[in-house]
């Protein structure tokens, strides 16, 4: 039933380690979104992807890597990541005109470098 | 850039006290929305308003946008334990291709 799910949930590695995070959504929107939100609880856009197409590239690091293999999924690889790369992420999707419809959002992944 | 500025960042109070709120840009959306996020999830949409000057109510809660479509304001009457959270305000830029833009968040305590 689950609108838009990220896996893992939790996610503890070392630097310098590559990882990534999964994201789903079963509501048929066109576009979807990773967001990373920091200690103090700010969202920050990192990329979205719509039908597939990477439409929004922040300024954000290369170890960053968005794929879309269709356009229900998004998932993001982070090559050797750093400490400062410690936040939750969220996926997020939405359909038509954001404005509108606002934005469904996964419960994150709250990744932890060491 | 534009930027969302929301006040207060922290917000304590007594069951029963009434709050506001504020979010305030020199930028023009096209629409302001307002989500809750609890602790370990991700944000929940309460409310889209589309129309300067639009109000919207949902229970306790109501939503301002300002005339000129910069601000908005998020009121809550009578608050309850349950309204504890964090409360982000977020535009979206007129321009097409772009996403939504939050402000840093406001955290209310609603205690008992």
């Known amino acids: 039933d689950t609108a838009v799910s990220q896996t893992p949930k939790y996610l503890v590695t070392q630097m310098g380690n590559d990882k990534s995070i999964k994201c789903e959504q079963n509501?048929?929107?066109?576009?979807m979104y990773w967001y990373k939100q920091d200690s103090k609880k700010f969202l920050k856009i990192m990329f979205s992807y719509n039908n597939k197409e990477l439409i929004i590239n922040e300024t954000v690091p290369n170890r960053f890597s968005p794929k879309s293999p269709d356009k229900a999924h998004l998932n993001l690889h982070i090559n050797s990541l750093e400490l400062g790369d410690s936040a939750v992420y969220f996926c997020?999707?939405?359909?038509?005109?954001?404005?509108?419809?606002?934005?469904?959002f996964g419960s994150g992944t709250r990744l932890t470098v060491v | 850039t534009q930027l969302l500025e929301q006040s207060p960042q922290f917000l304590s109070i007594q069951e029963g006290e009434n709050l506001t709120v504020y979010c305030n840009s020199s930028s023009v959306f096209s629409s302001l929305q307002w989500y809750r996020q609890e602790p370990g999830e991700g944000p929940v949409l309460l409310v889209t308003v589309v129309t300067g000057g639009e109000v919207k109510k949902l229970k306790r809660l109501t939503f301002q946008f300002g005339d000129a479509r910069k601000d908005s304001s998020l009121h809550i009457t009578a608050a309850q334990p349950g309204d504890t959270g964090l409360y982000l305000c977020a535009g979206a830029p007129r321009q097409a291709g772009t996403a939504l833009i939050f402000g840093k968040g406001t955290t209310l305590s609603v205690s008992s």
């Open positions: 997020a999707s939405s359909q038509g005109d954001r404005g509108k419809t606002g934005y469904t």
């Open positions: 509501l048929g929107h066109d576009t």
